[in-house]
């Protein structure tokens, strides 16, 4: 009889990642739906040894680091004639031990690995684990927001973009075309979580507005059944106008993290983000601030053929808009991706970790050095005009974080 391990396999030192952590919760969905025997087990190496792994047929594992010789301690428990071993996840790690590999929510693998029936689309009525997962917090790099109150889930995958250094597993993978899961389900989601005591939820699609009439099915279904929560998405910068923003803080939509990638208009069209897109990324800074709505700008540095005009043009657009955060990255694209597959990138390199290669037409530290820079002189400004007590309070509003946080209490 088939009986499942689904393993999601932790370590701090994680590889980039393009995938909200669902991916295996799906997978059990499928399974349970099915009446086929699994079991989902969220652990760190550390912990791994203590797992009996004689009883299953097939073990699943997803990994963040992929670190063949991590893995190894846990694979010379395994039993190669008795059992399978395969690999989810964005990458396919490249070692001959993993049978099979199914690329994040590719659900037609799954069937066919699986015989699971056919005709069924399961992300619709799928329905993230309701019940917290603190292991969740280390693939995010918060470790003291641990017991905050919020909560991630998804409404859907994919997107239409083109954005040529996204990972190819969202634009032409198993998450192309896109999906959306069911409203109902959604809003019987967040009132579970709700009642379980979670009022922030933040939406980790790969972008919230995908199917925009979907997204706004979606939040008037938050706003008509009343759930006063706070939430907060990914979006792109030209995916909203006034009208959407309105109805976006009436639903409790209270951050934004959008992709404005860079402040030259040269990049973004050259890195398929569309030829309007620094207009775009000034109209909506200007409507969110107008209805207060702060948003995070998410930043990168290093893009091919970028010079060092073109850098501080990302800066300049930076102090023009006036964002609430910024998140610069160093230009490291996805191994799948446009980009990716041109510059021959490889599988072990770890997200925004130095990277002493540039593809830009400076050198690498000078993207190092102004990474740095703009940091503190964003850090400067919000200093001056005292926007980083609202930072402050944004973060650290719970009394029971800044005790952990002042005496080191990280449980
Ligand atoms: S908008 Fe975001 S999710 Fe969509 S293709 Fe571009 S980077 Fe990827």
């Given at each position: 009889m088939v009986n499942i391990l689904l393993l999601r396999f932790n370590t701090l030192k994680i590889r980039r990642n393009a995938v909200p952590p669902f991916n295996l919760d799906f997978f059990l969905y499928i399974f349970k739906k099915n009446k086929i025997q699994c079991i989902l087990k969220d652990m760190f190496l550390k912990d791994i040894n203590n797992l009996i792994l004689s009883d299953f047929t097939h073990i699943i594992i997803?990994?963040?680091?992929?670190?063949?010789?991590?893995?190894?301690?846990?694979?010379?428990?395994?039993?190669?004639?008795?059992?399978?071993?395969?690999?989810?996840?964005?990458?396919?790690?490249?070692h001959y031990i993993f049978k099979y590999h199914i690329s994040a929510f590719d659900e037609k693998s799954l069937k066919k690995i699986f015989n699971i029936k056919k005709h069924i689309n399961y992300f619709k009525n799928f329905t993230p684990k309701i019940s917290h997962s603190s292991n969740y917090s280390f693939l995010y790099p918060m470790p003291f927001l641990k017991k905050a109150t919020w909560k991630y889930t998804i409404s859907g995958i994919g997107c239409p973009g083109k954005c040529k250094f996204c990972s190819?597993?969202?634009?032409?993978?198993?998450?192309?075309?896109?999906?959306?899961?069911?409203?109902?389900?959604?809003?019987?989601?967040?009132?579970?979580?709700?009642?379980?005591?979670?009022?922030?939820?933040?939406?980790?699609?790969?972008?919230?507005?995908?199917?925009?009439?979907?997204?706004?099915?979606?939040?008037?279904?938050?706003?008509?059944?009343?759930?006063?929560?706070?939430?907060?998405?990914?979006?792109?910068a030209d995916?909203?106008?006034?009208?959407?923003?309105?109805?976006?803080?009436?639903?409790?939509?209270?951050?934004?993290?959008?992709?404005?990638?860079s402040g030259s208009q040269k990049i973004l069209t050259q890195s398929g983000k569309g030829k309007n897109y620094l207009q775009n990324i000034f109209k909506t800074a200007k409507l969110l601030k107008k209805h207060?709505?702060?948003?995070?700008?998410?930043?990168?540095?290093?893009?091919?053929d970028?010079?060092?005009?073109?850098?501080?043009?990302?800066?300049?657009?930076?102090?023009?808009?006036?964002?609430?955060?910024?998140?610069?990255?160093?230009?490291?694209?996805?191994?799948?991706?446009?980009?990716?597959?041109?510059?021959?990138?490889?599988?072990?390199?770890?997200?925004?970790?130095?990277?002493?290669?540039?593809?830009?037409?400076?050198?690498?530290?000078?993207?190092?050095?102004?990474h740095i820079l703009f940091y503190l002189l964003f850090g400067f400004i919000k200093f001056l005009n005292l926007d980083f007590l609202k930072i402050i309070f944004f973060y650290f509003n719970n009394i029971n974080h800044f005790k952990r946080l002042l005496f080191g209490n990280r449980e």
């Open positions: 997803e990994s963040y680091s992929y670190n063949i010789k991590e893995l190894y301690k846990f694979i010379n428990n395994i039993d190669f004639k008795k059992q399978i071993l395969l690999s989810t996840g964005n990458y396919k790690p490249d190819g597993n969202i634009r032409k993978g198993p998450r192309a075309p896109i999906k959306n899961r069911n409203i109902k389900t959604i809003i019987y989601e967040l009132k579970a979580l709700k009642e379980k005591g979670f009022n922030y939820i933040v939406f980790d699609d790969d972008n919230f507005f995908r199917d925009k009439e979907f997204a706004i099915d979606l939040i008037n279904n938050i706003i008509n059944n009343e759930l006063n929560i706070k939430w907060n998405t990914h979006a792109r995916s909203l106008d006034e009208e959407l923003i309105i109805l976006l803080k009436k639903s409790g939509c209270c951050f934004l993290r959008i992709g404005a990638e207060k709505i702060p948003f995070i700008f998410l930043t990168m540095l290093g893009f091919p970028e010079t060092i005009k073109d850098l501080w043009k990302t800066f300049f657009m930076i102090v023009k808009t006036r964002p609430f955060l910024i998140q610069l990255h160093n230009f490291v694209p996805y191994e799948d991706s446009y980009y990716g597959k041109k510059l021959g990138i490889n599988h072990n390199l770890f997200h925004y970790s130095s990277f002493k290669k540039t593809f830009s037409k400076y050198p690498w530290w000078v993207r190092d050095f102004c």
